[in-house]
């Protein structure tokens, strides 16, 4: 991931990082993902936030796109990409790509509703729905199908409303039905 969004050969990168870790500025940490690939980190949390901030934001930009490139790639040959979905929609939208982080931030809603993690889920539609997610009926639904689940009903009849507002008129039945049994537990 690293060479890839550096946009150096793999020789310029592994000297690059003998180098950051000589000087302490980064460490060798944890296992390695995928086998064979070890994973570097900064030393210290101020380390990176300086580093970010002294970055232009052009280059952080590139950065982040090359990143979520990198991560699309390598988590589509190992069968990951739903689990780092959030993390690939995070880059994509940092390096300015709304559209694609918005199916990404579905795809890791999506992948949290199927895990139980409920509010991570409307979190994770919540911000396809900033992005600007193609269909914001099916993320209004999803959010108040997981806030009925959360006891959030309130807030979950808030969402069927939008989300009728902008269904297809064949999905307003359902929504009905699904507001009216919100009520009913109400």
């Not at 064949?170 to 009520?183: C, D, F, P, R």
């Amino acid at each position: 991931t690293l060479r890839t969004a550096s946009g150096r050969s793999e020789e310029e990168s592994v000297t690059g990082l003998e180098a950051l870790t000589q000087m302490s500025l980064i460490m060798e940490v944890g296992p390695e993902e995928p086998p064979g690939n070890p994973v570097y980190d900064f030393s210290h949390e101020q380390l990176r936030s300086l580093v970010y901030d002294e970055t232009s934001l052009a280059r952080r930009r590139l950065l982040h796109r090359r990143v979520g490139e990198a991560l699309q790639t390598s988590s589509r040959r190992f069968r990951q990409e739903a689990s780092l979905a959030g993390l690939i929609a995070q880059h994509l939208q940092l390096g300015g790509l709304e559209r694609e982080a918005a199916d990404y931030y579905y795809q890791a809603g999506e992948y949290a509703r199927s895990v139980y993690a409920n509010d991570e889920a409307i979190e994770q539609f919540r911000l396809a729905l900033n992005s600007g997610y193609s269909n914001s009926a099916t993320l209004h639904t999803a959010i108040g199908d997981l806030e009925t689940l959360n006891g959030q009903y309130r807030s979950a009849l808030r969402s069927y409303e939008s989300a009728a507002a902008g269904a297809d008129p064949e999905n307003l039945a359902a929504l009905e039905h699904k507001m009216g049994a919100v009520y009913h537990r109400l």
